[in-house]
């Protein structure tokens, strides 16, 4: 197994180099739960965000799927917390202070900032990336541009 090693320390150089290293590492694999794992996998190594999984699609609700971190709550309604708003408004929503966003829901209090990231294919969101950061202020367009550009790769 490779392993990611980072040499920039030019955060958009950086997930640049996590979304080519991926490239490399996912190619031929069809299996969705493989390549989400190893794409929080590579994530973590990169950025050693607190929380970092996929919420998948199912029905009218998100359930949780591979993710590294403390334990996360199973299920999301449409709509609900940040993650089912992201999928019910088709974007990527930051949120600079968790305390701010109304109806976030609070799976450890060590969160303190988010960045959910839709997953689409063909033109229809599958699952969404959800990151957590211990820091208040921790994602922006950066993060949103490199995360966007890596979600393609599920
Ligand atoms: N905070 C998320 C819930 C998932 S956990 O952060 C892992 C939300 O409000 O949707």
Redesign the pocket.
Known sequence: MEHIHITTVNKKEQYLEVYHQLRTILDGEKDIIARMATICGAIKEAFNFY?I?F?RVDGDELVVGP?I?TL??LR?KKG??????AWKNEQTIIVKN?DE?P??????SE?KS?I?VPVFKDNQIIAVL?I?STEYNTFDEIDKEGLERIVTLV
């Open positions: 929380w999984g919420y993710y971190g996360a709550c999301i609900k917390g940040v993650c089912g708003t968790v966003f109806g976030h829901i609070a799976c450890s969160s988010e959910v959800d957590d």
